[in-house]
């Protein structure tokens, strides 16, 4: 497929068959201008650690420097939950797309997108088990011009995490849940310099998970995070609808803040639906690198019991279209 030049050329995977994979490398760049993987079957994973060829490897199944593919079909993953790789890696493909292929059991994240340009993803299925760890659904790093749109995603992590260098994301009409919400980040651990901007989360639906719409960086980074919206969104008993961490550590808290990621010009609006808490807003900011331009506009989130919803801010510039209810969210 690769090796020949011309027309575009396609790989099989046939309907009513299962292909067990090692971990196995697509490597370009290939000779036609495009290529696609026509994906009709089920490939599975090894049913254990042991039982890999490279248990070295992080990737299972990876693409690399293959510009132009697409990876469509009815087809279906079965990562059997046996390790701790990622499912589909693709790596420096660009003008990538992935159509309606179904992924389960990942054992860690489903898809990686790695410095990657123009990809659409759509009409793909990616499930785990809620309480699985690590099983991102969709990676993104270091790419940009990113389009994911009409997909489900239940998992035991992120639906989608939005991680450093990622740029023009665009991601509408996804159904996420189990899972731990759209995340952007999370961003400048160990003091890294992270950047991620234009990034749109809108006409979504989130069903009982852990968080909505959700922004964390580490103390002590640097670089920023900005332009970015979450709008239309419908909320089903959500644990953090609206969240903004800029002091997210994940073990214990550090004493001293020099830094942090610059977060500016975020907008929540119009967003819906019912807490498990009660509350609904939480935009913890550094007291190094406040959170500038934040805009939070109709907003409409019940708590489950009835109880009347709690806004926490902290270190937050910005406004509100929407009432009493968020105003005491800015500093003056």
């Known amino acids: ?24 490398l697509f490597q370009g760049p290939c000779k036609s201008p495009s290529v696609q993987v026509k994906f009709d079957g089920m490939i599975v994973a090894p049913r254990d650690k042991t039982a890999w ?38 790596k420096k493909c ?6 309606g292929i179904t992924s389960f ?47 489900v995603i239940g998992t ?13 994301i665009n991601i509408t009409r996804m159904n996420c849940g189990p899972g731990h919400g759209i995340s952007v980040g999370s961003l400048g651990r160990n003091g890294e310099e992270s950047m991620v901007e234009n990034i749109q989360v ?16 580490w103390p002590n980074g640097k670089g920023y995070a900005k332009n970015i919206l979450f709008k239309g969104l419908t909320l089903k008993d959500t644990k953090n609808p609206i969240i903004i961490d800029q002091n997210y550590v994940d073990n214990g808290r550090l004493d001293v803040e020099e830094s942090a990621v610059a977060i500016s010009n975020v907008t929540f609006t119009d967003i819906r639906g019912t807490s498990q808490f009660d509350e609904i807003i939480k935009i913890d900011c550094s007291k190094v690198t406040y ?37 005491g969210c800015f500093e003056r």
Not at 94 to 99: E, Q, T, V, W
Not at 156 to 168: E, F, H, L, Q, W
Not at 202 to 217: D, L, P, Y
């Open 156 to 168: 035991g992590d992120d639906c989608v995490a939005i991680n450093n260098g990622s740029v023009n």
């Open 1 to 24: 497929m690769c090796g020949s030049g011309g027309n575009p050329k396609t790989l099989l995977i046939p309907s009513n068959k299962t292909f067990l994979l090692q971990p196995l």
């Open 94 to 99: 660009n003008d990538l797309n992935i159509i």
């Open 202 to 217: 809108t006409n979504s639906t989130f069903v009982r998970t852990e968080n909505g719409a959700r922004i964390k960086t």
């Open 105 to 151: 059991n990942s054992p860690r994240n489903h898809i990686a997108i790695i410095k990657c340009k123009r990809v659409k993803i759509t009409k793909i299925k990616l499930v785990a088990p809620k309480d699985s760890p690590n099983t991102d659904g969709i990676d993104i790093s270091q790419s940009s011009d990113v389009d994911i749109y009409d997909t």
């Open 291 to 327: 959170c500038k331009d934040i805009v939070l506009t109709k907003i409409n989130i019940a708590t489950v019991d009835g109880n009347k919803p709690i806004v926490k801010c902290k270190n937050v510039y910005g406004k509100t279209i929407n009432g009493d209810e968020v105003n």
């Open 53 to 90: 060829s490279d248990y070295k490897s992080s990737q299972w199944i990876s693409f690399k420097k293959i510009f132009g593919l697409t990876v469509n079909g009815s087809g279906s993953i079965d990562g059997r939950g046996s390790s701790f790789w990622k499912q589909l890696y693709f």
